[in-house]
Every structure is written in structure tokens, then in C-alpha cells.
């Protein structure tokens, strides 16, 4: 993970403001690269936790199209299945509510790692809950309930390893996002009338 994230980071600072399109693509193959190399891990990657900035510092659209982005081309490597369209959903989701929550993940003019751990904890389970619904294409409704009771401790492991990539990451990235942050404000004036 570090051999992917040291470039990035270099990439990251090198970027001049506003640049915000090409960091997005950086933080993709960042999350993608991480989650195929942590894929002999069960369930311990760095995907949710970077889609959860990303809908902090660029909003839910942006995060949506970025979590969609790391589902699909991650799972061009790890296999693509139904499964594939509920972990877009289930990080989009993420994204979201890190969007939602912008405003409260911020301490002054830092990120509070607490308050993105422990918003990244839940979502390490909410993830997990969402693509499980991917089963029932497979398994009957009825079996359901033992399917999710079996996934725990994976749901658990996946919990676990957000609060660890929210401690590493939140700092880092939150620092290069708020740079990269879109400069330009949107003007909203009415048009005098040329006549």
C-alpha cells in the first residue's frame, strides 16, 4: 500500500489548486490499486474509508461517480458479478452520508479523525449489509437473516480496518482534498433584460 500511496502523495502535492478532476483520478487508483493488493485480506481495504473524503471534500455527485468508478474497475481485476452493482450502490451510499456530514467531520480547519472513524466504522457494516442483498439472486429469503449472522465477524474485520485507514488516511488526504478542493463559485444573478 505504501508503494502506491507515496507516488500519490508526491502526484497529490505536486497538483496545482483546483485540480480537482485529476486528484479524484489519483484517490481512484488509489482505492482500486489498494483493494485489489488487500484482496488476500477478507474484507480489509482502504475503499470506503477514501470514498467517505471524497464525499466530505467533493460532494455526494462526485462521490457517487468515484465509487462507481472504484467498483467497476477494481472488480475488472477481482471479477465482476451482481454483487458489483451493490457495492457501487453500498459506496455511493457512503459517499453520501460523508457528504451529509461534511460539516461535522470538520475541527476548525482539520478533519476529526475521530469523527470520520467512527462514521467509517458504521459504514464498514453498512457496506457489508447492502451487498449482501446481492444473495438473495441466490439464496431464498428465509436463509437471509443466517447469511448476515455468518458475515459478522467479516463485517466486523471490515469495521476494524476502516478505524485503521481512517487513522492513517484522514490526515493525508484530507490535506491534499482541501487543496484540490473546485475553486470556482457558481454565480447566480439575474439577467438584466437587453431591451
Sequence with gaps: MCIVAWPMWIAGKSLRPGNDLAMLALLALFATSGRILLDPLPNIQPVTVVVLLVGAHYGASRSVAFASVVAISSNLVLGHG????????????????????????????????????????????????????????SIPLESFPVYLMVGLPFDLVHATGNLVFAAWLSGPLSEIMTRQSPQSKAVVEPVKNAS
Excluded at 111 to 134: E, K, L, M, P
Aim: proline residues 0%; aromatic residues 14%.
Design 82 to 137: 451482481i454483487w458489483t452493482l451493490y457495492q457501487a450502490l453500498a459506496w455511493s451510499l457512503v459517499g453520501i452520508t460523508g457528504s451529509s456530514l461534511s460539516r461535522i467531520f470538520r475541527n476548525g480547519n482539520a478533519i476529526s479523525i475521530r469523527r470520520v472513524g467512527a462514521v467509517a466504522f458504521v459504514a464498514g457494516f453498512a457496506f457489508d449489509w447492502v451487498v449482501s442483498i446481492s444473495a438473495l439472486h
